[in-house]
């Protein structure tokens, strides 16, 4: 069997590329494709020193800084990919990679961490962080959303089997595409980051700081909690911003490595979390080192954090990103952290290891396989009988088809 895998962007290794790492540990034969491909070495050897197969657009000027610009261009690259020799095309999506072109006797599984964010249900909030709320390039701006919206919509259909990344994004693409799909978690590489029970006397938020994780609000709240101590780990455009708002007891360390990561999300008291993200992975990080979460209430931590009122709580919510929001729920935290163990942190987060995910995605893989082929002949797909063998392992509990209303 021939197995392609097609990405967005190869331009940094975040939440996304380690989706890609653990599809192609799964399936290391599986020839990589993407519209663009510049990778550090070292991010590089994450994805088992594979390189992509790229579209015109690696050529084009400053592709490698400003690849954003060339979306319009996008979906036309991406349909120039030649899938034609492949039996199997797994796309690993939150932009354009769904959009590739397949045959009535391939099989096309998409793995989506969003649809095109920016052009659906976020495209008011960006175009307002990107200042282009009126004038000729606000309207030019939306014109090409629309066309991207409508392209989206179309190449939906292109794509036998829909994974989401979490029930929200399940959510998220039948608003979107009308269609059904089957929640496969992210993998979290849980061994890296391991139980840590004693605590010391200090919160923690670790992010880049670009406008939506709001890293500034967070800052903002601790300033105005004098007797409780913050530690900011993560650098980006907002971080001006931050030290504007940070006082005495609000640390700002900049881009720190693994190791001091490590050191700080294994004893802080809590880890501070104010993104709606589609899944979240730094939460779960911190939960496998025993340390608790005070998140925002909306998105994909819903379901990697257990809040208070659970049997085993792993931390708490909060309704609003506001700084007077956050307060209320580290007061809420510091009264109830008693129902709180750092082994149920622990074990909240191993339901999303990495060995986890590869079983999780290679039965779900196999069982459509098998389902395929005795309808469309698909013998070379298999390379085996078509009838279905006894020993296939079940697709897991949280694989599970999304229901909707």
């Known amino acids: 069997m021939k197995i392609a895998i097609v990405h967005d962007w190869l331009v940094t290794y975040a939440g996304a590329e380690r989706v890609l790492a653990g599809?192609?540990?799964?399936?290391?034969?599986?020839?990589l494709f993407a519209?663009?491909?510049?990778?550090?070495?070292?991010?590089?050897a994450s994805l088992g020193g594979k390189r992509a197969t790229t579209t015109f657009i690696q050529q084009l000027p400053k592709a490698k800084t400003h690849y954003q610009k060339y979306l319009p261009l996008m979906p036309l690259a991406?349909?120039?990919l030649d899938m034609s020799a492949y039996d199997l095309v797994i796309s690993s999506s939150h932009a354009v990679a769904k959009g590739v072109l397949t045959g009535p006797n391939q099989l096309h599984i998409s793995y989506v961490h969003s649809p095109i964010r920016y052009a659906w249900d976020l495209q008011h909030q960006y175009l307002h962080e990107a200042s282009l709320d009126r004038g000729l390039k606000a309207k030019l701006a939306r014109m090409l959303l629309h066309y991207i919206r409508m392209w989206d919509q179309r190449t939906a259909s292109g794509v036998d089997e829909f994974i989401a990344n979490s029930h929200f994004i399940g959510r998220r693409i039948n608003k979107s595409y009308r269609r059904e799909s089957t929640v496969i978690y992210p993998p979290v590489d849980t061994r890296a980051f391991t139980?840590?029970?004693?605590?010391?006397?200090?919160?923690?938020?670790?992010?880049?700081?670009?406008?939506?994780?709001?890293?500034?609000?967070?800052?903002?709240?601790f300033a105005r909690m004098p007797d409780k101590k913050l530690i900011v780990i993560g650098t980006g455009p907002e971080l001006d911003k931050a030290k504007d708002l940070a006082a005495p007891n609000v640390t700002l360390m900049g881009y720190q490595n693994f190791d001091v990561l490590l050191h700080h999300m294994q004893r802080a008291r809590a880890f501070v979390f104010a993104a709606e993200e589609d899944f979240g992975i730094a939460p779960i990080e911190a939960q496998a080192c025993g340390t608790p979460v005070i998140a925002y209430g909306r998105g994909g931590v819903l379901e990697t954090v257990r809040g208070i009122d659970h049997p085993e709580p792993t931390g708490v919510f909060y309704a609003e990103q506001?700084?007077?929001?956050?307060?209320?729920?580290?007061?809420?935290?510091?009264?109830?952290?008693?129902?709180?163990?750092?082994?149920?942190?622990?074990?909240?987060?191993?339901?999303?290891?990495?060995?986890?995910?590869k079983q999780e995605i290679k039965a779900f893989v196999d069982m459509r396989v098998i389902e395929l082929s005795p309808y469309q002949g698909q013998d070379r797909l298999l390379n085996r009988p078509t009838t279905a063998p006894t020993n296939v392992t079940p697709v897991y509990p949280a694989a599970v088809p999304m229901k909707h209303a």
């Open 23 to 31: 599809l192609l540990e799964t399936w290391p034969e599986a020839d």
């Open 35 to 44: 519209v663009i491909d510049f990778l550090s070495d070292k991010d590089r």
């Open 78 to 80: 991406i349909e120039q």
């Open 195 to 221: 139980l840590h029970a004693e605590k010391e006397d200090f919160y923690l938020t670790a992010s880049r700081m670009v406008p939506y994780k709001r890293i500034p609000m967070i800052v903002e709240a």
């Open 322 to 357: 506001t700084p007077e929001s956050l307060i209320a729920a580290v007061t809420v935290f510091e009264s109830e952290a008693h129902h709180i163990s750092p082994e149920a942190c622990r074990a909240s987060a191993e339901r999303f290891s990495s060995e986890r995910f």
